[in-house]
């Protein structure tokens, strides 16, 4: 690894290494080796993203909403409630300051959905071309209210996955909007901010949650699965795919597993509360098509298999490389 | 505003116009509008700073070092001890990873003297032209120690304002590496993480602290005087200035009290333990050549005014536009 690539940053196995071989070679404190997407401190979480997504404004969304989103998800998936937030806005010389307007009111209505609170921030301007228009860190603090705090540790053969709803969605949108391959559709992103919904989870018997945003849920499921004695068995069949999604998929040939999402959760819980989090689910809008998408195993320890609609059996790795193209 | 202009990221007059007429339209929660470099929470504080100086290596320090440095500084200053620190990096497609591991090593000797820890990070890579090589946030967390929190509701008449030691040198150092103005200068930045050296004014009768970075000494002082019941004036011939960058503001005009520091803190205090301060700065690498520079009078309201050595008054503005080139 001699120079960085734009598949370091793509949430695949490129960025893996990069973070084990470069970043934990320096920064090797035992809670960031954890690898959670938040830090856990004590019965607080802390976590940081930076949005860098082009177009800003895509079916859906902008990012704006997303930068929000995204570390709101972060934070509730450790089963924590999102209470501040900070703001780090990298701005392009020349950017238009109603644009910057749409962005700030986006982020605002996104807060205000998840009852974060924006208390701290700061802003840089660059010359003309050293940006793409604007670049937003969100950084969270989150306080655990789910007991136990759900965690890889906890998953056990038996349990079930669960997911909210169809997959894909965003990053076909931003595919759309980018006007890549000539693509048109009507796919709109799934960014959301998840507390509404993930909050409504607490009581029930939660062993992990993650977002599956860059790498898809393939990513999710490798990273928990790797090196553990469990492994986990998707059924194609229950993916919630839409058939515009299913589409893109067959014509680009890309894995929808790879695809990322921004209003996803992967759920994984003890099965006999799986109903009871499908019912949840789907009184919530940000639930609908929520389904049982596969089960942890005893067999195949380490290893995540996809039983095909054609009942034949594949192992999910993650992605590596661009296998889908970058969209943040 | 129509366009977001350099100026707007200067730290100045036009960065608190873009903050207050636009982020604050949509931001407006009551601990944001304090307007301090952290959040206060409870006995925590949090703050957040982007980083994007250019170039990534300069005399003293590099963009690693300053990264570090920033956050634990904004948390110092707050009278509290650094404890977590998040990292976010944007990285240009084709960066030197080699590069990077110079400027991971420098942040990790930076939270290590300063006793952070880097427990969350997060990595993204953006297209060649997309950004200038890297992009550094850092949001931390600090627990404040200090008792009472030093804040500017303290700042009494016949209050002292220190300085540790020499001011303007990271901004004329960056500026020689950048070889502007075809300086050639011995001058180092003073980028500093700060906490090793101000934990030890626990106990004093600390009013208030700030790190002059961008838009210096004078944007500090002046953003603490306006609207308040008190003065402060300040002895030019007490300024803590090198020659070297004395002769640099002679020749291109700079006033040294706009020009940011990365390893200062100013320091009002009670006048009783102005003393006390000096000694145990003089004792400590980090507050060679420390001094007093002024006082907190109850004349000139509202108002900073600098004695100068020919004995007349001027009043101190905040800097407007871009009087000193934008370094960060």
Redesign the interface.
Same mark, same amino acid.
């Given at each position: 690894?001699?120079?960085?690539?734009?598949?370091?940053?793509?949430g695949g196995q490129k #960025?893996s290494e990069?973070?084990q071989k470069?970043?934990h070679?320096?920064?090797n404190?035992p809670?960031?080796s954890r690898m959670d997407d938040?830090?856990v401190?004590d019965k607080w979480v802390?976590?940081?993203?930076?949005f !860098?997504v082009n177009p800003l404004f895509f079916p859906g969304g902008d990012i704006g909403e997303l930068a929000v989103s995204g570390t709101v998800n972060d934070i509730s998936v450790m089963g924590a409630r999102p209470l501040?937030m900070? !703001?780090?806005?990298?701005? @392009? @010389?020349?950017?238009?300051?109603?644009v910057?307007?749409k962005i700030?009111?986006s982020?605002?209505k996104a807060?205000d959905k998840s009852g974060v %609170?924006?208390?701290?921030?700061? #802003?840089?301007?660059? @010359?003309r071309?050293?940006?793409?228009n604007i670049?937003i860190?969100t950084?969270g603090?989150g306080e655990i209210v789910f007991s136990p705090p759900p965690s890889v540790e906890q998953i056990k053969p038996g349990d079930v996955v669960l997911i909210n709803g169809p997959i894909g969605l965003h990053q076909i949108a931003v595919l759309t909007a980018r006007d890549e391959f000539g693509l048109k559709t009507e796919v709109y992103s799934d960014v959301a901010p998840l507390w509404p919904l993930i909050k409504q989870f607490q009581g029930l018997d939660i062993k992990f949650m993650r977002d599956p945003t860059r790498g898809g849920i393939a990513q999710v499921l490798s990273e928990i699965t790797i090196n553990r004695d469990f492994g986990i068995q998707i059924h194609e069949e229950a993916l919630p795919v839409t058939p515009e999604v299913a589409g893109v998929c067959e014509i680009l040939g890309f894995d929808v597993l790879h695809l990322a999402n921004e209003g996803k959760v992967i759920i994984i819980a003890a099965e006999k509360d799986a109903q009871k989090l499908l019912e949840i689910m789907d009184t919530h809008p940000l639930g609908k098509g929520a389904r049982i998408i596969g089960k942890v195993t005893e067999k195949n320890q380490g290893l995540v298999f996809l039983k095909t609609t054609a009942q034949s059996e594949r192992i999910i790795m993650p992605p590596t490389g661009e296998l889908v193209p %970058?969209i943040?």
């Open positions: 690894m001699e120079k960085i690539l734009l598949a370091h940053g793509g #960025t990069l973070i470069k970043i070679k320096y920064f404190d809670i960031l938040s830090a401190l802390f976590t940081t993203d930076s !860098v501040y900070s !703001v780090g806005f990298i701005i @392009e @010389e020349g950017f238009d300051a109603d910057l307007e700030l009111d982020m605002k807060a %609170r924006i208390v701290t921030g700061d #802003t840089k301007v660059v @010359e071309g050293k940006c793409d670049y860190n950084s603090i %970058r943040c």
